[in-house]
């Protein structure tokens, strides 16, 4: 049906009410899987792909193995097609940028396969750690400083083969107390364009702007995502674990000069994850979590890769991996997600949309705002992936439809919104974090200020069953809406 055959059905259907959105007829984990895994199953090798020339790193074959695999590991590509990793480097960050504050995550250090509680007593999934701020200049002496301790001590140990530094919890030195990670280095600045130009050589999957990417047709910066963040790391250093926003692929280069050691699992354990973070505690989406040791994954059945990333390599993390990271040498790591235009990569990330709303939880990647710039700008040539971005356009602009059915059966009005604009932040309800797509629903949080509190409908008519006192600003016409609906087809 054409826009205008599904809008006639709909009217009269908002009178009463609306009915909720969802975009998947199922978003809950994945069920455990039935068959034991053997011994090699559960510790599988992680695929590899060395390049050895330019035809490697522009040949589909690299591109297949890593959209067919849960993580990969691209060697020698940067080399290959000559990055200056150099650029990325804490000696060039402190000659750039030397007084720009960054995030500083302080951390216990353990063994890669360790995490304990407070008291060091007891082996659990929680993660603690302290937040506080650095200047690029102030981390780049404390990693200096570690990277010559580490030196002294690696010359200590091969004096002595029998030191070791992670006896067990209560063996506290000053070398295993606390870390210092750096995150969220913002690269997105016109002051880092040489490190972003460098980043134009590599193949397109990989690329942080690209036709093929579906986060270039956000039409705005998703800081981390469509935008390069740094990570600066002293050894024990821990990504704790995680899956991408919204499933996102992810791309990860190990600037070294030390190396990370990485874990992952694949997508269809996450649900299996989940729920052992739930018996020990933990929220697997808000906190932050590290597996006490391998052995807890493997007993219920959770394949683990387990892999190094040396300076110059590439990690590539597919399609909802799990993964968590662990840092063996001082070193930098630059990061990005991408999008490529798959049925797998769109189906997931509406998937984790909607399991986000469930557990009221913000998306960084507003789902419906990203599927509507796509039907404006991209050319979809994958049947299956068409229809499943038409499918979001069509119940989306039903839920437009009926909500401003509703509204004007209470006989209020829908104002045009004046500050439309291509980089308008997207909207997120203030209680329930929901994306808010089109019509925004707003009251003033104070009459002293101009500022609103932005509200979807379901959590504003929990507040009043009339909308009494609320302001409705729509940003799109429906008449427009329904253009870029009939206009959206299937290359």
């Known amino acids: 049906m054409n826009a205008s055959e599904i809008i006639k059905l709909c009217k009269g259907k908002g009178l009463n009410g609306v009915p909720k959105c969802s975009l998947v007829s199922n978003c809950l984990p994945p069920e455990p899987i039935n068959q034991r895994l053997t011994e090699e199953q559960l510790s599988p090798p992680v695929p590899s792909y060395h390049v050895n020339s330019r035809t490697d790193a522009f040949h589909p074959k690299l591109q297949r193995t890593c959209l067919d695999c849960p993580v990969a590991v691209i060697r020698n590509l940067t080399a290959t097609l000559e990055i200056n990793l150099d650029l990325y480097s804490t000696k060039t960050l402190v000659e750039t940028r030397p007084n720009t504050k960054i995030d500083i995550r302080e951390q216990r250090r353990y063994a890669f396969d360790e995490n304990w509680d407070e008291e060091r007593r007891k082996k659990n999934w929680a993660c603690t750690s302290k937040m506080s701020y650095m200047t690029i200049s102030k981390y780049a002496k404390y990693q200096t400083d570690r990277l010559l301790e580490e030196d002294q001590t690696l010359l200590e140990e091969n004096r002595n083969p029998n030191l070791s530094t992670f006896d067990g919890p209560d063996k506290v030195t000053e070398r295993n107390k606390t870390v210092k990670f750096a995150t969220n280095v913002d690269l997105s600045k016109p002051c880092w364009k040489p490190q972003l130009n460098e980043l134009t050589k590599l193949p397109s999957l990989f690329k ?48 070294g000069p030390g190396d990370c050691e990485w874990f992952a699992a694949p997508h269809e354990y996450w649900g299996v994850i989940n729920s052992l973070c739930e018996r020990n505690g933990v929220d697997y989406l808000r906190d932050p979590w590290w597996p006490p040791n391998l052995d807890v994954l493997r007993e219920n059945n959770v394949p683990v890769y387990r892999f190094v990333q040396k300076p110059g390599d590439i990690v590539w993390v597919n399609v909802g991996c799990v993964h968590w990271v662990h840092a063996i040498g001082c070193c930098n790591n630059i990061a990005w997600n991408v999008g490529p235009f798959t049925v797998k990569q769109y189906q997931t990330a509406i998937e984790r949309y909607e399991w986000n709303k469930l557990r009221q939880y913000l998306s960084i990647v507003p789902m419906v705002e990203l599927s509507w710039n796509l039907a404006r700008k991209a050319k979809v040539s994958n049947q299956l992936l068409y229809q499943l971005i038409k499918n979001c356009l069509s119940n989306t602009m039903k839920q437009n439809y009926l909500t401003l059915e509703l509204i004007e059966s209470k006989g209020l009005t829908v104002k045009k919104y004046a500050d439309e604009c291509e980089n308008d932040e997207t909207a997120y309800c203030e209680d329930c974090a929901a994306e808010i797509f089109n019509i925004i629903i707003c009251k003033r949080k104070s009459k002293k200020t101009k500022t609103h509190l932005v509200y979807c409908l379901d959590c504003a008519l929990k507040q009043s069953t009339s909308l009494e006192n609320f302001v409705f600003l729509e940003k799109c016409c429906m008449e427009n809406l329904m253009n870029i609906y009939d206009k959206f087809v299937c290359y």
């Open 208 to 255: 942080v702007e690209c036709a093929d990417n579906m986060l270039s047709y956000m039409c705005r910066d998703l800081l981390g995502m469509n935008t390069v963040q740094l990570y600066m790391k002293v050894p024990g250093c821990r990504t704790t674990g995680h899956q991408e926003n919204n499933n996102f692929c992810s791309v990860n280069i190990n600037i």
